[in-house]
């Protein structure tokens, strides 16, 4: 991940900002949506012998929640914003960037808490051995969704915001 965070850092704030909202939007909305349903399946067809699907769904529930407001709150906020700083930097502009920003941090701590629980109570999405193929797709996918968001947050966290403190 760390020489895919790297390339980040030659290019534009605005690029950086379309491709978070054009490609890893998409791509949250999208498997979110699948994983709606997978989650939801695996725990009506494995729910009473899997007793730990109740906290794998609510938990993805929760994370699907606080990743759609993030997104909302990004793309009709804080990254237009940022491109209008990024072509006239002032202060105050600035200080309205950051403060949503910090509002942002404690929401991330919670999503970066949640994907723990669910690593946890998945045993690091590692499906039973009674687990149909869509209970293997729904642990990949949760994985997978996991290190994305991760990867999300450090281009946020690592690239895009150190450059308006400088």
């Known amino acids: 991940m ?3 965070i790297n390339g980040w850092k030659n290019q534009s704030t605005t690029k950086i900002i379309n491709s978070l909202t054009d490609n890893y939007h998409e791509y949250f909305r999208n498997i979110m949506k699948e994983l709606t349903t997978l989650t939801t399946t695996i725990l009506r067809v494995h729910g009473r012998t899997h ?7 609510r938990f993805f529930s929760i994370i699907q929640i606080n990743l759609i407001q ?3 709150k990004e793309k009709g906020n804080i990254f237009p914003l940022i491109k209008i700083y990024d072509k006239r930097p002032r202060q105050d502009l600035l200080e309205e960037i950051l403060k949503e920003k910090e509002l ?3 929401e991330e701590d919670n999503i970066k ?7 946890k109570v998945t045993n690091g999405y590692c499906p039973p051995e009674d687990g149909c193929a869509t209970y293997n797709r729904t642990y990949e996918n949760l994985k997978e969704l996991e290190s994305k ?3 999300y947050l450090k281009i946020e966290n690592e690239i895009l915001y150190p450059r308006l403190e400088k």
């Open 149 to 151: 968001v991760l990867e």
């Open 51 to 57: 007793r730990e699907l109740s906290k794998v769904h």
């Open 2 to 4: 760390e020489n895919k």
């Open 113 to 119: 808490e949640l994907f723990n629980k669910l690593s």
């Open 104 to 106: 942002l941090e404690s």
């Open 70 to 72: 993030r997104m909302i």
